[in-house]
């Protein structure tokens, strides 16, 4: 019988240009040295706009990408090096396939050419705790290259006092970066990456609010491959600022013509904790219920930059021009990076995200929320507990399943297909069609 469709559906116009800026950031980076640029180790955090001042530079993500992702022999090798090394499956996900990676001599390599990109220097932001062990270990293995990292203010709840311990560490920063280079230093260029990074993080927080609407104009997995461009450090580029807005054009105009990411959406999903970096259905495996998945606190909070109101929805940080600072120094562009991260940023209030989660889960109107328990993403399962007992507690279905999004041999896939099919049909739903495996590529031995 021919599955009910109660929306309308098409695929997304700007998805070409995404491929295109993701092949192109990966070619620039290769080609970097030859265009005399530098090459910094880094780069999921915020603020990498902080570097534009030196010019032309590149960032090499600490984060094994592309075919080494999709080869989970590999992976799993990398695991089980970063084991030997006294690094376990509850230490940083990132960390462990990093260190996998220099230990097989991969880390950095140009997977076309064979050869290996070194960095000049290390330069990271820390958007999570997981990050700073990982910190550590750069600067023991790449010893050679000078390392600095900016901690943003990871407190309980906002203090005045945060604005001025951040800047004075950009300041810092700064400074380090025209002594650790010898480069000269250029306030023009720091003011136009940075309010680039600044556009295209409110771009980004508008897209992900349009999510709130029913039917769910664009999909969780949409808005993983969407947020690639800020894994990769690149918020600065005018071209990607250009996207984040074209972005949300379409789907502001997605959210008025009631255009819909899943034709058959009947239930509306939450999936908090990290999916595998691999790939994988996971995240679309709940479509044969007719179930969408729309997001996570993980999710809103690593990309976006707004405050959680009451009733859960966004307070989302100005514009530059509506926020009226000024941008004419050095001193002013620092001061205003400072601001928009100590004031619209609530990843780092530990405790905070319980209550965040369920009045979003409100607004966002799911019906459910699913966590992927991951024992190698300290910084996103804290609190996931508490917040599993709290979204029951406010009426809100829970299911959980242990994850593991680096590391294939621990990816319990019937396991996980099971304590899914049985929270679906706890929600009252049935399978509309079959479910893919969540897995599809080569299986890890
Ligand atoms: S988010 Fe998870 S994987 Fe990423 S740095 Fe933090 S702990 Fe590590």
Redesign the pocket.
């Known amino acids: 019988m021919a599955v009910k469709q109660l929306y309308p559906t098409k695929p997304l116009e700007c998805w070409g240009k995404l491929e295109e800026l993701r092949r192109r950031l990966v070619r620039d980076t290769y080609t970097a040295k030859e265009r005399g640029e530098l090459v910094v180790l880094g780069g999921p955090g915020p603020l990498p706009s902080l570097l534009c001042g030196l010019g032309g530079f590149q960032l090499l993500s600490p984060m094994p990408i592309g075919p080494d992702m999709k080869d989970l022999r590999l992976l799993t090798r990398m695991n089980e090096l970063a084991t030997t090394q006294g690094y376990s499956n509850d230490c940083?996900?990132?960390?462990r396939i990093a260190l996998g990676s220099m230990l097989m001599g991969r880390f950095g390599m140009n997977k076309r050419t064979g050869e290996i990109l070194k960095p000049d220097i290390h330069f990271e932001s820390l958007a999570?705790?997981?990050?700073m062990k990982?910190q550590q270990l750069y600067q023991e293995y790449f010893f050679e290259i000078p390392s600095f990292v900016v901690e943003l203010p990871w407190q309980e709840e906002p203090r005045p006092a945060d604005v001025q311990y951040l800047e004075d560490q950009l300041h810092e920063a700064v400074d380090w970066l025209i002594n650790t280079t010898g480069r000269k230093f250029d306030d023009r260029l720091l003011a136009e990456g940075w309010v680039n990074e600044w556009r295209s993080r409110v771009y980004f927080t508008r897209i992900m609010e349009y999510l709130a609407t029913i039917p769910a104009p664009l999909d969780q997995k949409t808005l993983a491959s969407f947020a690639t461009l800020v894994w990769r450090g690149s918020l600065h580029l005018p071209e990607v600022r250009d996207f984040y807005k074209e972005a949300m054009d379409e789907v502001g105009d997605r959210v008025r013509r009631g255009i819909a990411a899943l034709a058959t959406e009947r239930c509306r999903l939450f999936h908090e904790g990290?999916v595998p970096w691999y790939p994988s259905n996971v995240l679309r495996y709940f479509n044969r219920y007719g179930a969408v998945c729309i997001g996570s606190w993980l999710y809103f909070t690593e990309f976006g930059n707004f405050n959680v109101k009451d009733d859960g929805s966004w307070d989302v940080c100005p514009m530059p021009e509506e926020m009226g600072l000024p941008l004419n120094t050095r001193d002013d562009i620092l001061h205003s990076m400072a601001v928009v991260f100590a004031t619209y940023n609530p990843r780092p209030e530990l405790s905070a995200r319980i209550d965040h989660r369920v009045r979003m889960a409100r607004h966002f109107k799911v019906d459910g929320a699913v966590f992927a328990l991951d024992r190698?993403?300290?910084?996103?399962t804290c609190g996931a507990m508490e917040s599993m007992v709290a979204l029951k507690e406010a009426g809100i279905p829970v299911t959980s399943y242990q994850g593991a999004?680096?590391n294939p041999s621990e990816l319990g896939q019937e396991e996980i297909v099971s304590r899914i099919d049985t929270f679906m049909e706890s929600l009252g739903l049935k399978a509309l069609g079959p479910g893919r495996p969540l897995v599809e590529v080569e299986a890890a031995e």
């Open positions: 940083c996900a990132t960390l999570c705790q997981g990050q990982a990290p190698g993403c300290l910084g996103n999004c680096a």
